[in-house]
Nanobody
Framework: QVQLVESGGGLVQAGGSLRLSCAAS????????MGWYRQAPGKQRELVAQ??????TYADSVKGRFTISGDNAKNTVYLQMNSLKPEDTAVYYC????????????????WGQGTLVTVSS
């Protein structure tokens, strides 16, 4: 079984920074992509940033402020969030597209449990 464990959320003042981490664990998998989504109260879940082997995508609302990066050896993805705004307040979820190295190969999508980021004004 594969799982994602997130950490790094918390309370921060506007203009501050936080770094989120998401580590994948389990047996016999290959990661195709990892990304961060967020869901604010009363709103739909939205993509924040995503990374594949060759492409990084950011939501327009976070470009220039957030940076996604990964450590392939640790199967971990990070989200560095700078210049945080109150409108960044949300539960942040990590998502991974993976290939289970079984016969036959199986593509799966895994979500983390979410970590709350609260930005005070």
């Amino acid at each position: 079984q594969v799982q994602l464990v997130e950490s790094g959320g918390g309370l921060v003042q506007a203009g501050g920074s936080l770094r989120l981490s998401c580590a994948a664990s389990g047996r016999s998998f290959r990661i195709s992509s990892m990304g961060w989504y967020r869901q604010a109260p009363g709103k739909q879940r939205e993509l924040v940033a995503q990374t594949t082997t060759s492409v990084i995508t950011y939501a327009d609302s976070v470009k220039g402020r957030f940076t996604i990066s990964g450590d392939n050896a640790k199967n971990t993805v990070y989200l560095q969030m700078n210049s945080l705004k109150p409108e960044d307040t949300a539960v942040y979820y990590c998502k991974a597209q993976m290939v289970l190295m079984i016969t036959p190969l199986k593509n799966i999508e895994v979500w983390g449990q979410g970590t709350l980021v609260t930005v005070s004004s």
